[in-house]
T-cell receptor
Framework: AQSVTQLGSHVSVSEGALVLLRCNYS??????LFWYVQYPNQGLQLLLK??????LVKGINGFEAEFKKSETSFHLTKPSAHMSDAAEYFC????????????FGTGTRLTVIP | SQTIHQWPATLVQPVGSPLSLECTVE??????LYWYRQAAGRGLQLLFY??????ISSEVPQNLSASRPQDRQFILSSKKLLLSDSGFYLC??????????FGPGTRLTVT
């Protein structure tokens, strides 16, 4: 079975500071992993995905994430936070074969302080 | 390119009234389709998914139902709404493994 845990339901950073959002996964098979972003009253937008190619994945808006099998982690980072990054972020996992569904974490709300 | 539509965008309904939310996808064929719900301050809860016309899998037993009358149309319904049905309803589609793409959502308030 697959699941994800997002550590910290709320994260606050200053504008220009490093953004680090944590995601740990549990999977009985090598996983596919995703990060989504949700702005208020909008749907989810795919930021980036890991599908067993390069372990360091670059996404939109300057975000990137690194797949670490030994730590079962897929943390999301951005070197310098911008005010427009304030949103809710969701990590998700899927089994690579025969799976129809994604399993989402409970989300992390990012606040950027000017 | 593919686009996904949901309507209505917002809805206020009294307890006990029926519900019908619609989702349509353009630019793809035979997608997997999904309905999720977000309650206030909570994560995403998968309600239903469909791998084809007339094929519906229910993830959570409740007073909601889903139907897929056409390849790119997915409908979420209820005969009698409960207060606990309030939330933000999201439709999503998937063709290639395994990312899903989400619609703009419907904000439902049951009063």
């Amino acid at each position: 079975a697959q699941s994800v845990t997002q550590l910290g339901s709320h994260v606050s950073v200053s504008e220009g500071a490093l953004v680090l959002l944590r995601c740990n996964y549990s999977s009985s098979v090598p996983p596919y992993l995703f990060w989504y972003v949700q702005y208020p009253n909008q749907g989810l937008q795919l930021l980036l995905k890991y599908t067993s190619a390069a372990t360091l994945v670059k996404g939109i808006n300057g975000f990137e994430a690194e797949f670490k099998k030994s730590e079962t982690s897929f943390h999301l980072t951005k070197p310098s936070a911008h005010m427009s990054d304030a949103a809710e972020y969701f990590c998700a996992v899927s089994a690579p074969r025969g799976a129809n569904n994604l399993f989402f974490g409970t989300g992390t709300r990012l606040t950027v302080i000017p | 390119s593919q686009t996904i539509h949901q309507w209505p965008a917002t809805l206020v309904q009294p307890v006990g009234s029926p519900l019908s939310l619609e989702c349509t996808v353009e630019g793809t064929s035979n997608p997997n389709l999904y309905w999720y719900r977000q309650a206030a301050g909570r994560g995403l809860q998968l309600l239903f998914y469909s791998v084809g016309i007339g094929q519906i899998s229910s993830e959570v037993p409740q007073n909601l139902s889903a139907s897929r009358p056409q390849d790119r149309q997915f409908i979420l319904s209820s005969k009698k709404l409960l207060l606990s049905d309030s939330g933000f309803y999201l439709c999503a589609w998937r063709d290639k493994p395994y990312e899903q793409y989400f619609g703009p959502g419907t904000r439902l308030t049951v009063t």
